[in-house]
């Protein structure tokens, strides 16, 4: 199983706990990995607010990178995921419009873009790809606790899903099953916190991500799995200021889907116990 | 039902017209000796097409050319299927459409020519109707149906045949029974388990809560009838606003998608899954709850009037007609505008966006669309464009909508997405990137060029300034980003030496200085050719 890889947009800065777990993460899981070196980021739904064009030339260049080793692109982001989605599912639906990005890459870069690459999430290529089946005799690290799937808007699409319930999604549950835990039932998980405007918008975003927080706790869970690094970050970093806006309830932990993978593989054993203990500490 | 003679009409529908029309032939085709079953293309199985060996697929366009709403997902998934799924199928499509658009009856031509490429047999051309149907359609469905009678039952199509069976029809035939010339068959499914989770409120105590019930009903009946269902025999106190199936005041939300109740049947409610569906319903995000699922649409149209969006129309050159002098459009602009203006509810649009239900001054996806289909009207005066252009760019404009992407998924959303992007793209060039939002999209592009990756530390520092970073070092948010808190990787020492030997970038603390990706100069030519202001 080998994929085109791009870690997301925060990987390298403000969530380099995802990059790093993807790396004994995807041996144990048997996919080879080849890295996009040349990859920007997806533009986060940020760039295509100034300049659409702009954006959908960024990213296909990283699809036509793609396409040149014969692969689909792998990424852990689901923002990434989403946004790169869109912008794929854009240029195979307008030939016109593909023929004019090609005409820039061709003259900026020598690339052209055919469109015979795909799209895939982490989460999706493990359930439709490798099979629950094959992960559950792979757990070494039961993870034994109440956990609330966290999926936000951006994958949760019409096509951008795998076969995935858009509006009842319950990939990330069943995952989460076959690792020993328990999945929480909640209804915030396909929610957006705002995190592309999480410095323009702050108020908002902050009390979107206490709601989003907040629900989870309510609802029994001793953690979130975020599939999205930028959310993941944005539902970490801002728990105590969102809760000091709002009065609301925050503190939990918060984990990306990476993380708890390569735990319950037997990777990073130090930090699971940390996690272990956070949750203990954190917990009600 | 007899496979021999069985015959599948499929429907895409967007306002009911594709669904009625497929109900009437299904009623006719008894007449042809065929056993006719109705079936909606949203969570219909495609696999289960292959055995058979006569479908009729009657399927709308939706605004520029887009598959309606419950056809969607069966498109994509037959985008994907491969060929020599539909061996054996013989099949025939009426294509609905409106000839003011530029794509007439795409979704219809894209049906026809799927089933092609997945291997089935048209025995009866396409037909493209205009908004006046009722005879084309009718002479199509007669072909039609006298095609998918001359196949046997091994699926072998008997084109002398065709003659006969048409001749029989039209000699023997009187017209359908029924007061209006026919009798439109009820669609029915077989009883479903669902357990329904609904939202409860009750504002003499403020008390919230859900209550579940665990039942079987049959599948085929609408949200709205469960509702009123469960009302009449379980709990009289229930509290949902009632109303014809096209309301758009009975919106309510569905497991987070946003619906009118009366339009969606329980078997499309929810994925079945372990045998059953279950279905959490709640009422709108974004609107003050009533009682239980009943919301107050007052602030929302509060905030409409607010907008003030009448028209204040400019004066225009007109053509002179047999009718008299009218005004003109581009036919591009007119359908444009449209399909802007073409929603089906307003609260459901407003709902949309993940962010209305936190921000008490934004105004909401449902008047900003308005707004902006009004500013790009070529009949607005320039200087109501102005008043409409002053309210986009202020804080309450589009510029508090904090994601896009939740609204991208919501129906029809991807329309309404785009024009708001559009909207977005305009404010931001007016406002010449100043202020949080300016600076933020703006920095965030240039770090892109740069170097190919986004830096959160030069968007932190030139977005918040020292004011917020400041305040984000009292508030918690710099220490959980150094320490990482919650989160797992990374090892803590190297967050805690960020704070004394910076620049930062160890640990999880976002790095000052990115390294530039591999073929960087290919990034700066792309932003070079495409976009000087960078």
């Known amino acids: 199983m080998k994929y085109a890889y791009h870690p997301g947009n925060v990987a390298h800065s403000g969530s380099p706990e995802v990059a790093e777990s993807m790396v004994p993460l995807v041996k144990s899981l048997g996919i080879e990995l080849t890295y996009l070196d040349g990859a920007t980021s997806c533009g986060a739904g940020i760039i295509r607010q100034v300049n659409q064009k702009l954006q959908l030339t960024l990213n296909a260049r990283v699809f036509a990178q793609a396409e040149s080793l014969g692969l689909g692109i792998l990424t852990p982001c689901a923002s990434t995921a989403g946004n790169l989605s869109e912008d794929l599912f854009l240029l195979k639906s307008n030939p016109i419009l593909l023929a004019e990005i090609n005409e820039v890459l061709l003259k900026t870069c020598g690339l052209k873009f055919t469109g015979d690459t795909s799209v895939n999430h982490l989460l999706h290529v493990i359930v439709d790809e490798i099979g629950l089946e094959k992960i559950k005799p792979m757990v070494v690290n039961p993870i034994d606790f109440r956990v609330a799937s966290y999926y936000g808007p951006n994958i949760q699409q019409y096509g951008f899903c795998g076969d995935d319930d858009i509006y009842d999604p319950n990939y990330m549950e069943q995952l989460v099953q076959t690792l020993g835990g328990e999945p929480v039932s909640w209804d915030s998980r396909t929610q957006s916190v705002g995190a592309p405007s999480l410095l323009s918008e702050e108020p908002t975003v902050l009390k979107q991500a206490a709601s989003v927080l907040n629900d989870a706790k309510s609802e029994g869970a001793q953690m979130i799995v975020s599939a999205c690094n930028l959310s993941h970050s944005v539902l970490d970093i801002y728990q105590g200021k969102a809760s000091q806006r709002t009065g609301l309830r925050t503190n939990i932990p918060v984990v990306h889907l990476c993380e708890i993978l390569s735990f319950a593989l037997g990777h990073y054993n130090t930090r699971y116990a940390q996690l272990r203990t956070r949750v203990l500490v954190i917990g009600d | 039902m007899s496979d021999s003679r069985s015959l599948l009409v499929l429907f895409g529908s967007q306002s009911g017209n594709a669904e009625a029309l497929a109900a009437k032939f299904a009623k006719q085709a008894s007449g042809y000796g065929l056993e006719a079953e109705v079936a909606d293309m949203d969570g219909f199985d495609l696999t289960s097409l292959s055995g058979r060996k006569r479908v009729l697929i009657v399927c709308s366009t939706w605004g520029e050319g887009e598959q309606p709403d419950n056809a969607e997902e069966l498109w994509i998934k037959a ?329 991208r998924r919501q129906g029809k959303g991807s329309f309404i997405h785009d024009a708001l992007l559009d909207c977005k793209t305009s404010t931001l060039a007016r406002d010449g990137f100043t202020g949080r939002h300016g600076k933020h999209v703006w920095w965030y592009t240039f770090t892109i060029k740069s170097s190919g990756r986004v830096n959160d530390s030069v968007l932190y520092r030139q977005v918040l300034g020292p004011i917020g970073l400041f305040g984000n070092l009292f508030s918690g948010v710099t220490s959980r980003m150094v320490l990482g808190f919650t989160r797992t990787g990374g090892n803590m020492i190297n967050d805690m030496l960020a704070l004394i030997a910076p620049p930062a970038g160890l640990g999880k603390m976002p790095r000052q200085f990115n390294s530039s990706i591999k073929n960087h100069h290919e990034v700066v030519a792309i932003y070079n050719e495409m976009d000087g202001r960078f």
């Open chain 2, 79 to 407: 985008s994907s299927a491969p060929s020599g799924l539909l061996d054996g199928v013989n099949f025939s499509v009426l294509a609905l459409g409106d000839t003011s658009y530029e794509l007439f009856c795409e979704s219809g031509k894209e049906w026809d020519d799927k089933f092609e490429q997945l291997g089935a047999t048209r025995l009866v051309a396409r037909v493209d109707c205009d908004v006046d149907y009722d005879q084309i359609s009718q002479e199509w469905a007669e072909n039609a149906l006298a095609a998918m009678a001359a196949v046997d039952g091994e699926g072998v199509f008997h084109e002398e045949m065709v003659l006969a069976i048409k001749e029989s029809m039209t000699s023997g035939a009187t017209g359908a029974s029924g007061e209006d010339g026919f009798t439109v068959p009820e669609i029915k499914s077989e009883s479903i388990s669902a357990e329904i989770s609904i939202f409860r409120y009750d504002p003499s105590t403020s008390t919230t809560g859900k209550d579940t019930w665990v039942c079987a009903l049959p599948g085929h009946m609408s949200i709205l009838d469960v509702l009123r269902t469960i009302k009449s025999t379980q709990d009289g106190s229930l509290t949902f606003r009632d109303g014809a199936v096209d309301d758009p005041t009975t919106a309510i939300s569905i497991n987070g998608r946003h619906v009118l109740p009366g339009n969606l049947r329980l078997e499309s409610s929810a994925p079945l899954r372990n045998g059953g569906i279950s279905i959490s319903i709640e009422p709108l995000n974004g609107f003050e709850v009533i009682r239980d699922l009943a919301v107050e649409h007052w602030d929302l149209e509060s905030k409409r009037e607010s907008s003030k969006p009448w028209m204040s129309s400019v004066t225009r050159q007109g053509l002179n007609t047999p009718q008299g002098a009218l005004g003109s459009m581009n036919p591009l602009i007119a359908s444009k505008l449209h399909s802007m203006m073409d929603i089906h509810s307003y609260p459901i649009l407003h709902a949309s966006s993940d962010a209305t239900a936190y921000s008490d001054d934004y105004y909401g996806p449902s008047i900003i669309s308005q707004s902006w289909a009004r500013r790009n009207d070529p009949r607005t005066a320039p200087s109501k464009k102005r008043e409409i252009e002053q309210l986009l760019d202020s804080p309450s404009g589009i510029k508090a909508e904090t994601d896009f992407s939740s609204i």
